[in-house]
């Protein structure tokens, strides 16, 4: 017979991942899985390619030029073969597992941040409603409809930035590798804010040199001389260059970073160190790339490194606006109030 008081327990014990796995089937739910859309163009013939290389015998260039950075491909081929699933099964499972990951992170570094139970459950929450929301003019989203490196190293920086929180070196290297190793030009973005969050912690002993020295090879010879064809690839992708965005990208490039000043006084407030330390580090951040990407605009001959992209640092950004944005909404406003909550 079954102990009715440990099966309880064993409930109590692991509430928060049953929630979380409730949070991620909500997200499947209200936004959809979309598998072969957008840049999926790339990330799946990768892995078909690596799973039976007689496929696409010609014109393999235009995505093994982007695979050949990462081991992105090279993971889920080898999961596939594995566990013997087919490749559309394989691939909704890796989406599913990222995801929940994605909210863990989330719930780990809310607790880092937030006392009350409702605002951690707040922030998390917010996160997961917005996951398909557009970030300014990076033509990203928060989180993609389908599997992507970067559904990857979304969790992976986001728990890179609670070990940094929590002074774990150990963890940090570890999860900065595996970002490294997984999509190298976004894992240079959010490997570069945990740094600046260890700085804001007075942690000045901490040497990260020889951990970082792999993020250069991504980035070899990056700024090659432009022919005409480069230009007008180019052309197509008026995202890369802020100067081109209109001017409601470019609010959303600056208000989080005023919102961020606000939060940090907030936190400050209330003695929540770590809450504020955050805050200021993202002002820092996200300064330090709006510079990075009106220095790459201007002058012409810095148009080569627009793949770049120092913009994209927003998604990080964005990230971290909901999921402060909605545990301080959490802590004045919904707090236990269940009609509030099905309001929101």
């Known amino acids: 017979m ?6 309880a327990a064993v409930v109590r014990a692991n509430l928060a991942y049953i929630y979380l ?16 859309i957008e840049d999926a163009e790339i990330y799946v013939p990768g892995i078909k390619r690596i799973l039976d290389p007689s496929l696409y015998p010609f014109g393999a260039e235009f995505f093994l030029n982007h695979a050949r950075l990462t081991l992105f491909a090279q993971t889920i081929a080898a999961s596939i073969r594995l566990s013997h699933l087919s490749f559309d099964v394989a691939v909704f499972i890796w989406y599913l ?13 809310s607790v880092e941040l937030f006392r009350e139970s409702c605002a951690r459950w707040a922030a998390v929450t917010m996160v997961a409603a917005v996951f398909t ?20 190293v979304i969790f992976t920086i986001l728990f890179a930035t609670c070990s940094a929180l929590k002074q774990q070196k150990r963890w940090w290297m570890f999860w900065s590798v595996i970002a490294l190793c997984i999509h190298p030009l976004m894992a240079v973005f959010g490997i570069s804010f945990t740094l600046i969050l260890w700085w804001k912690h007075g942690n000045s002993s901490f040497d990260s040199a020889p951990l970082l020295m792999p993020a250069v090879w991504p980035f070899i010879d990056l700024l090659p001389a432009s022919s005409k064809a480069y230009e007008s690839a180019l052309a197509t992708r008026p995202y890369f260059f802020i ?7 470019w609010l959303g490039a600056l208000a989080p970073l005023v919102l961020f000043l606000l939060i940090a006084r907030l936190a400050e407030t209330r003695s929540q160190r770590k809450l504020a330390v955050l805050s200021r580090a993202l002002v820092i951040y996200g ?4 510079v990075a990407a009106l220095v790459l605009t201007i002058p012409a001959r810095f148009e080569t490194a627009a793949r770049l992209q120092p913009m994209r640092s927003l998604h990080l950004i964005y990230i971290m606006l ?11 406003i919904l707090r236990r109030q269940l009609w509030r909550w099905v309001a929101l």
Do not use: K
């Open 2 to 7: 079954f102990n009715s008081s440990r099966i």
């Open 21 to 36: 796995a409730l949070l991620t089937a909500g997200v499947l739910l209200v936004h959809g899985y979309h598998p072969g």
């Open 97 to 109: 597992g990222c995801t929940f990951m994605t909210m863990l992170a989330c719930w780990r570094l």
């Open 133 to 152: 929301i557009p970030v300014a003019g990076t033509a990203l989203y928060i989180e993609d409809q389908y599997l992507t490196s970067r559904s990857i």
């Open 243 to 249: 100067l081109q965005w209109q001017w409601y990208e």
């Open 287 to 290: 300064f330090f790339y709006l």
């Open 322 to 332: 909901f999921l402060l944005g909605g545990g301080i909404l959490g802590e004045f």
